[in-house]
């Protein structure tokens, strides 16, 4: 990359990622490394800055992270948010100890002093505290900056260092103005160029891709959703027709979304597609399986065999094209870092056997999702495309409880189709529910229509809003929406008498059913 960077040293935040996500939505690129990443791999990138996270530790704990001496050696801009604040004061000479009155939720920031670092800025800040220590003197040369009813020393800094500190999360929803913070610290703190836009973006990731590829092939297993359709976009623009791209129809797609991949990218694109319909496939080996685990461990060795079988007609192909972002980087790389919780494991392509002979090329690797999404923007792809509900591997295999038939996916396709479009006219399918869906219930039961009894099955609604999908609560949909939903769902799907809707967060509940 040739963007000016700021590194996010994490120290075990669960928000790390947000830090740079913020960072990035000023304009200014941002990568994130453990916080004893060594000083060679850190300074090979020629950042501008450093930003230090929060941490579940206090500074004064036996074994805490530590600040390493290469960081302030470095002579750069450094920001320290909460724990990271904590940290610059103990490791300079000031002292923090643990707090009477734990500080956790909305504060309202009092600025203290007129500087580059809140330029911009109200004299009052609504911020959101998270920590249960706090400074009770700075370190010598540094001055306090803002002040909280909890906290005497909310903010620090030595402006002819560049090093800051932070006792609140400028990353988070409930602090308003907490990018600009950051973008302060960027930009007229380290003197960041603001120009990590997806028109530059998209140049870097095309010439990277030409560099690494050559003249040689590479296979692109398209699913339709918004990261292989970004990598699709991607690898067309830098290297046409070397790209070839297997789209494998299993038959537990939403409705529409089989021909819609086909149209956008064999018809209207003119990538090298080659769609394979392996719907009575999928569904021969569905037969009577009503587990969810092993719906999906069938689902997953169906697509490699599939995916398999096609590759080897293709000849030889030296690389694999793959949607991996950012996150997944980070999360993959979660055993190596001790002081973070292990969220989840990764895995891409329909769990892809590891003996299968290809090169990575991973043009998403370093973006986020929304990221993702801007670029798919800025290269024309379809609005619907782009900003498609998040939809899992194995597809309505595990939205359909119980066995999975062709007649049931074609009910709950039917029921989904018109939640979306209910949502969608409603000006709700983006903002206020960051994932939508129906899902098909083996549970029967007495309905009347018209003067006839009915006994058929039950679809459950799930709407859900959430910032990062590892939290969610249930959407407040609007009644009269509801209503709409479904007395069309019982009116226009066969054999369907009853409509529910799931109003529980996560957790308790995972988002998906199954």
């Known amino acids: 990359m040739t963007h000016d960077t700021i590194i996010v040293l994490d120290y075990g935040s669960q928000t790390a990622q947000l830090i740079a996500r913020r960072v990035r939505e000023a304009g200014v690129y941002s990568e994130i490394f453990p916080w004893d990443t060594p000083k060679e791999q850190l300074l090979a990138l020629e950042p501008k800055g450093f930003i230090l996270s929060g941490s579940p530790f206090s500074v004064y704990e036996p074994g805490a992270p530590t600040l390493r001496r290469h960081v302030l050696d470095s002579g750069l801009p450094v920001l320290g948010i909460c724990y990271g604040m904590q940290l610059l004061a103990h490791t300079l000479g000031g ?40 400074i009770e003197a700075p370190p010598p040369d540094f001055v306090p900056l803002a002040h909280s009813d909890n906290s005497p020393v909310a903010a620090i800094g030595n402006p002819e260092r560049k090093i800051y500190g932070i006792q609140f999360h400028p990353e988070v929803s409930h602090t308003p103005r907490g990018t600009d913070i950051l973008a302060n610290f960027a930009v007229r703190i380290c003197g960041c160029k603001p120009d990590w836009t997806p028109g530059k973006v998209i ?93 999906r ?90 900003w498609r509900q998040p939809f899992p591997g194995p597809g309505l295999a595990v939205r359909c409880l119980g066995e999975v038939t062709w007649e049931r996916l074609e009910r709950l396709r039917a029921a989904d189709a018109i939640l979306l479009e209910e949502l969608r006219t409603a000006g709700m399918l983006r903002g206020e529910t960051s994932q939508a869906f129906a899902v098909l219930l083996p549970v029967r039961s007495v309905g009347v229509m018209g003067d006839g009894r009915t006994y058929g099955e039950t679809v459950a609604l799930r709407a859900v809003v959430t910032d990062d999908f590892m939290t969610a609560d249930w959407a407040r949909l609007p009644a009269d929406l509801l209503a709409r939903v479904s007395a069309r769902i019982v009116n226009e799907v066969a054999n369907v008498s009853r409509v529910v809707y799931d109003i529980t967060s996560k957790p308790p509940a995972t988002i998906e059913w199954e």
């Open 95 to 134: 002292k923090v100890a643990a707090s009477q009155a734990r500080e956790y939720g909305p504060a309202s920031l009092i600025i203290d002093g007129n500087m580059p670092f809140w330029a911009g800025l109200p004299s009052t800040l609504d911020v959101w505290m998270s920590h249960g220590d706090r």
């Open 203 to 295: 140049d870097e990731i095309v010439a990277q891709v030409r560099e690494q590829v050559g003249s040689e092939r590479v296979l692109l297993g398209l699913s339709g959703g918004v990261d292989s359709s970004v990598v699709a976009a991607l690898l067309h623009r830098a290297i046409g027709d070397q790209l070839v791209s297997v789209f494998i129809d299993h038959g537990l797609l939403r409705q529409g979304e089989a021909k819609q991949v086909i149209d956008t990218f064999k018809r209207s694109m003119g990538l090298n597609l080659v769609p394979v319909n392996a719907t009575e496939e999928f569904l021969e080996a569905l037969e009577g399986i009503t587990d969810p685990e092993d719906k």
């Open 297 to 386: 461990k069938c689902v997953g060795e169906q697509f490699i065999r599939t995916f398999e079988r096609e590759a080897r007609k293709l000849g030889e192909i030296a690389y694999l094209g793959q949607g991996t972002i950012y996150p997944d980087v980070i999360e993959s790389a979660a055993p190596d870092r001790p002081n973070a919780q292990r969220i989840k494991s990764h895995h891409n392509v329909g769990g892809l056997p590891i003996d299968m002979q290809f090169d990575l090329v991973e043009p998403l690797r370093y973006l986020f999702k929304d990221e993702v999404r801007r670029v798919g923007e800025a290269l024309g792809l379809p609005e619907e495309l782009v």
